[in-house]
């Protein structure tokens, strides 16, 4: 691990703007894809403390972490560990990261839809997907309060 001296209050890691004093497995789990567990194993992988400050970070490290990220597997990091196994076109195991990782999401909503699944359905109403409960939670738009009577008909009310 090579760390430098000098510390970056802002450090780019991944096309994400992570806070340097953050430490490195806290900062990494920052980019979207990338959480707790896939960065640390990143920091045993590559032999860099967990506990360092991300700011610490030499930007030869930071393209040692971002060329991890992008090919896991060739790492030895298991399949199990990704977040896109058994890609639909493709077959391969992935792991997407960032503006990636959100568009494919968003294809994979839209082929449910096309192909009018049941998720697809409930993506398309605007329902709880995962068999949620919906009578009572998850409900959208104006809200229908109880309106209070005004004080002179509640008197009114309790003489008569």
Do not use: C
């Not at 970056?8 to 894809?33: C, F, H, M, N, W």
């Not at 990704?82 to 503006?99: E, I, M, P, Q, S």
Request: glycine content about 10%.
């Amino acid at each position: 691990m090579s760390v430098q001296q000098t510390f970056r209050q802002i450090i780019r890691v991944l096309e994400t703007d992570i806070d340097g004093s953050l430490p490195l497995v806290y900062g990494l789990a920052e980019v979207k894809g990338l959480g707790y567990t896939f960065s640390l194993a990143i920091t045993r992988i590559l032999g860099l403390d967990p506990n360092t400050r991300i700011g610490y970070l030499s930007d030869e490290d930071v393209r040692k972490i971002e060329a991890l990220v992008k090919n896991p597997s060739s790492y030895g990091l298991p399949p199990w560990m990704f977040n896109r196994r058994k890609d639909y076109a493709t077959g391969k195991d992935l792991h997407l990261v960032g503006a990636d990782l959100i568009y494919y999401v968003k294809e994979d909503i839209e082929r449910e839809k096309r192909v009018k699944s049941w998720r697809g359905v409930r993506h398309a109403l605007g329902l709880k997907v995962r068999g949620q409960r919906t009578r009572t939670t998850g409900r959208l738009g104006v809200t229908v309060g109880v309106r209070k009577k005004r004080q002179g008909q509640q008197q009114r009310s309790k003489q008569g």
